[in-house]
């Protein structure tokens, strides 16, 4: 299972958010290339990195911290954040993402969002399937749907989908440990290299989401505030 560092973008800031409102933002570096250099001199390989302006702005807006991570670092990035366009997506791949992370446009325009899958392929377009009470939660986690996330999981399986990164939000920031059970029911319902993303807080969270057969964790709030470090991480890669 892929360990994945999130790093989160608001002025060109590192932060981190509670249950994604911005009203608890909490910068904890000023320089998220400065971030992105420590995970990579401990050995880690993949960043996930959201561009939480651009959710909110729908359009993407910090794309240049993209492209200075890629460029200064030998980091694997998957962005996130505001694509809502073609040009959005131009602009991630064109800044150096190896995959694109798409939310919103897969709820609102799955027309449009499907086009984007024929065009890059299933290696390059990741499902955002985030949630509520199971149900999905669309614009930068700002509107909620009574859209089932396993039935919108398992429709864009059928279409070609290969990955997706899922978040239950009641989880996000809380430092409680990730949705177990609900992975548990989207990997019987599916096959689908999931990532799991929202809560994990310990180690024992990560290895409970490899036993799972989770593809990928995303790590975030626990290692900024210390509750798991980068040699830790490193170790379990």
Same mark, same amino acid.
């Given at each position: ?11 060109? %800031?590192?932060?981190?958010l ?7 933002r ?8 400065? %971030?992105?250099?420590?995970? *990579? ?24 911290v /993209? ?9 694997t ?10 040009d959005? /997506? ?10 694109v ?7 609102s ?17 990741? /499902?955002g ?19 089932d996330?396993?039935?919108?999981? %398992?429709?864009y399986?059928? %279409?070609?989908?290969?990955y ?17 059970s609900?992975?548990k029911?989207?990997? *019987? ?8 993303s929202?809560?994990?807080t310990?180690e *024992?969270?990560?290895?409970?989401l490899?036993? /799972?057969?989770?593809e ?7 290692l ?14």
């Amino acid at each position: 299972m892929r360990i994945i560092i999130a790093i989160d973008i608001i002025e060109g %800031k590192c932060v981190r958010l509670t249950k994604g409102d911005y009203s608890t933002r909490k910068v904890y570096n000023a320089d998220p290339l400065d %971030k992105a250099k420590q995970i *990579e001199d401990h050995g880690l390989k993949y960043l996930h990195l959201v561009d939480l302006d651009g959710a909110k702005s729908k359009k993407v807006i910090n794309h240049r911290v /993209l492209e200075q991570i890629v460029s200064k670092t030998s980091l694997t990035v998957d962005f996130g954040g505001g694509i809502r366009s073609y040009d959005d /997506l131009r602009i991630a791949f064109g800044c150096g993402a190896s995959q694109v992370t798409c939310g919103t446009i897969s709820a609102s325009d799955p027309a449009l969002f499907l086009d984007w899958l024929g065009m890059f392929g299933a290696d390059k377009i990741i /499902l955002g399937a985030d949630s509520v009470n199971r149900k999905i939660s669309t614009e930068g986690w700002l509107e909620n749907t009574e859209t089932d996330i396993i039935d919108f999981v %398992k429709s864009y399986v059928l %279409k070609g989908i290969r990955y997706s990164v899922c978040t239950d939000i009641e989880k996000d920031g809380m430092l409680l440990g990730p949705s177990v059970s609900l992975y548990k029911d989207i990997l *019987e319902a599916v096959s689908i290299n999931l990532i799991a993303s929202g809560g994990v807080t310990t180690e *024992e969270d990560i290895l409970e989401l490899r036993g /799972l057969g989770c593809e990928g964790a995303i790590i975030g709030k626990a290692l900024y505030e210390g509750l798991l470090n980068l040699k830790q991480l490193s170790r379990l890669c």
